[in-house]
Every structure is written in structure tokens, then in C-alpha cells.
């Protein structure tokens, strides 16, 4: 809830509930927690006081491929009705920490996807911005924070599907380290890229949040310990911050986001951090071998088979996606594996440079008809600065940045090496 709101867990909750009412607002969730049941917990909450618990009487959601005890995980996908036998991990980190879960959000179905519009729940719109997407694949998620139905929000992010819904809605996306956050529990989408993201109104908030949420998980075997670098003071002189090469900015004809973007250099620049060039064409090609390689067969292994025995309750662009991954080899997979290997090695030279990359978010955005008329091409042209990011072992931060003149929101990404959670959080906090 906004600074100055109501304060108490049980006054949290009500507000919740009161602006859930009053919103009007189409394909944000999948299913919401009883008001009764949430304020009960609450009550209890409150009897108990604040003592141990850092997010005591915050209110949040989880993207509705992330288990939820007693709830279905559908991943948006009606077909799967079986409630999960426990709460994932990092659910039930937040609810020891004295959060209180609202609901489980929409999204592009099997987390496939950056538009939101792929999802037989609703098609969500930007908050800021009607008409325009609200960005996926974690797009209810997004949405229940921009529109103050929550105080911070679970997605996940394999693409970038916990930042470009950030950027849509004007809000942060934090995307952590890879494995420091647990994923058991966390239906995969590409599981050994996959990471668990937050969304919040400030830097600040999702930093509490992932305080929370970061710890090793012996049970998942993509885990692994963080090992936090030193903060960095707030973009001061010694942050070096990396850009493009100006031959290499791409915003697809959208001059409005291009001047937002020069705007946030400028600023960063003011702030006292030092703009040094890099080469950001291994980063691209290395992003475009999510979904151009043998990579996107990954993909297969959670939701093929819902494809399968279940074809009528699959999405048909996500069904496009999955029949088109069936065509590559395991040589094929290795193959992009060796050339990823290769890309990693030529984007190095990136940090000889730069401590911190400032790179936009998304290079344009686009109304829901658009993205529905050109589901697959407009959410390529969204992952342009997102895709390569879990791929090349990366952190990131999406932070809002100034806007077009007709009010879209632009936003700006800070991305750093793996474990530089929170230099990237300190320069993103300055912006």
C-alpha cells in the first residue's frame, strides 16, 4: 500500500479487498483468497505483533504457476485442477515473514510469453496506460501492484517476464541472481533459466522482499548460495555504468522511448556515474537463442505434455511455440548450448568497463490489438533487452524512467554480473 495508507494487517487487508472491489480491472487473477479467510489471519498477525517478521501485515500474490497449498497451479492452463500438496518454498518464507496472501495472478499461459495476452483467465491492460499490454508473462502480478490491490507480487522470469510487465505498469521488477531464490514448487517454464522475480512499488520494498526470499534449497538442484558483493553507494563517481554503442540502440521506430531512454542516460549522468561503452551484439544473439534453438525444446519437459492429453486447453500461440520446439535434435540442443558457451565468453569484456549496464527494457511497447494480431513477433521485439539476461548469468532491476509524450511508460533496466544484486539495486534506486 502506498506510504500514509493504513498501516495495521487487518486494515491492510480490508483496503485490499475494498480496492479489489472497486477496480474493475479484467484478468488480473485466477483465484482470490476469501476476504473472511485472509482477515482472520490478519487478526491473528496482529495478536502476535511485528517481533521476527520483516514483511509483517504486507499483502501479496503469486503468479499462478507458483504452489499454493490447498490451490491449483494452472499456469493458466484449465486443465490442470490438482491442488498442490504444499506451499513452495518461497511462499511459505513470505508467510513466516508475516506477509498475508490475497490471491494467485493470471499469466501468459505456461509463463510463455511477454505480451499478456495469452491466457484463456483475461487479458490484463498497462495500469498506466489502457489499451496497452500490461506485459508477460507475469501480468496479473504486475497489475495487483500497480493498481494498489497488493503491496508486492511473485512472478517468475525466464525472458524477462518479471521486467517487462514492470516497464508496462510503471513499477520495479527485481529479477535476482539465478538459484539464489528458491524454484521448487515453481512450475517450470525453462528450469534451468527459470528465476523467481518481485515486483513492488519501490527498490526498497522488493530489496525486502528478496532478503526474505534468498536462501540456499538443498531440494532443488538449481539452487544455490548467494554471495552478495558490496552495496554500491548511490550512483556516485566510482559506478561505471555501461551503454550500447549508439549503432546498436534498437527501438523499433519508437522515438518516444528512444528520447525517454537518452533522458535516463542524461540523468544517470548527472547523478555522477561515468557512461562507458560496450558491444551489446553477443548479448542479442545470445537472447535470441532462447527462442530460435534448440534452447526453447526446454520448454517441453513441463508443459509438452499438457499439449498432449490435454491439446484443447492449451493456448494456440503457446501451442505454436511447443509444437515448433519439437523439431529440434539433442544435437540441436547441444549445439546452442556450445554457442551460448561462445557468446558468454565474447560479452565478457562488457565488465572490463562497466560495473552496472543501464539498458531499456523493453525498445518499444504495444497496444493489446497489436499484440494479439502479432502474438509471436511483438513478443520477440519485447525480449529485444530481456532475453539474454538469465541465459548469460545475469541480474537485473527494471525501474520506471520517464514516459512517451502520450503517457506510455518507459523503463530502464540496470543489469549486473551474477551475486551484484545490489550494486544494480543501489544505481536502480538512484534513478
Not at 117 to 126: K, L, N, V
Not at 214 to 236: H, L, M, N, Q, T
Not at 324 to 337: E, K, L, N, S, Y
Request: overall charge neutral.
Amino acid at each position: 500500500m502506498p506510504d500514509g495508507g493504513p498501516r495495521g494487517p487487518v486494515e491492510r487487508v480490508d483496503e485490499a479487498y475494498r480496492r479489489i472491489g472497486a477496480g474493475g480491472r479484467d484478468g488480473v487473477w485466477i483465484r482470490l483468497v476469501p476476504h473472511g479467510e485472509v482477515r482472520r489471519r490478519a487478526e491473528a498477525l496482529a495478536r502476535e505483533g511485528p517481533a521476527g517478521r520483516p514483511l509483517y501485515g504486507r499483502t501479496f500474490a503469486v503468479k499462478d504457476n507458483i504452489d499454493v497449498a490447498g490451490m491449483a497451479t494452472t499456469a493458466a492452463c484449465p486443465a490442470r485442477t490438482e491442488p498442490a500438496a504444499a506451499h513452495a518454498p518461497v511462499v511459505a518464507r513470505l508467510l513466516d515473514a508475516g506477509a498475508l496472501l490475497i490471491g494467485k495472478t493470471n499469466l501468459d499461459q505456461f509463463a510463455t510469453g511477454l505480451t499478456g495476452t495469452r491466457s484463456p483467465f483475461g487479458i490484463p491492460d498497462s495500469v498506466v496506460a489502457p489499451g496497452f499490454i500490461a506485459g508477460g508473462s507475469s501480468s496479473g502480478s504486475a497489475v495487483a501492484v500497480a493498481a494498489g490491490y497488493c503491496d508486492f507480487a511473485l512472478g517468475t522470469d525466464t525472458a524477462g517476464s518479471g521486467r517487462v510487465p514492470a516497464a508496462c505498469n510503471g513499477i520495479v521488477g527485481l529479477k535476482p541472481t539465478r538459484g539464489i531464490v528458491s524454484t521448487t514448487g515453481v512450475l517450470p517454464a525453462c528450469r534451468s533459466v527459470d528465476a523467481v522475480s518481485v515486483f513492488a512499488p519501490t527498490v526498497d520494498d522488493a530489496a525486502a522482499v528478496l532478503a526474505v526470499l534468498a536462501a540456499y534449497d538443498p531440494g532443488d538442484p538449481f539452487s544455490r548460495r548467494w554471495r552478495p558483493a558490496a552495496a554500491a553507494g548511490p550512483a556516485g563517481p566510482a559506478v561505471r555504468v555501461g551503454v550500447p554503442r549508439r549503432e546498436q540502440w534498437e527501438f523499433f521506430g519508437d522515438d518516444g522511448f528512444e528520447k525517454a531512454y537518452q533522458a535516463a542516460l542524461d540523468r544517470l549522468e548527472s547523478l555522477g556515474g561515468a557512461l562507458a561503452e560496450f558491444d551489446l551484439d553477443p548479448f542479442v544473439e545470445a537472447g535470441r537463442l532462447l527462442y530460435g534453438s534448440g534452447l526453447v525444446a526446454e520448454r517441453l519437459t513441463s508443459a509438452g505434455p499438457w499439449l498432449h492429453s490435454h491439446p484443447e486447453a492449451v493456448h494456440p500461440v503457446v501451442a505454436e511455440i511447443l509444437r515448433g520446439a519439437q523439431r529440434f535434435t539433442a544435437a540441436d540442443v547441444h549445439a546452442a548450448r556450445h554457442r551460448l558457451a561462445e557468446l558468454r565468453r565474447r560479452s565478457e569484456p562488457a565488465w572490463e568497463g562497466a560495473d552496472v549496464l543501464a539498458l531499456p527494457t523493453t525498445g518499444t511497447t504495444f497496444t493489446v490489438a497489436e499484440a494479439l494480431a502479432d502474438p509471436i513477433g511483438c513478443s520477440a521485439t519485447l525480449g529485444h533487452y530481456t532475453n539474454f539476461v538469465n541465459l548469460l548469468d545475469l541480474c537485473a532491476v527494471a525501474v520506471p524512467a520517464g514516459a512517451r509524450p502520450d503517457g506510455v511508460p518507459f523503463g530502464l533496466t540496470m543489469v549486473a554480473p551474477a551475486h551484484h544484486d545490489r550494486p544494480a539495486a543501489a544505481l536502480a534506486r538512484a534513478v
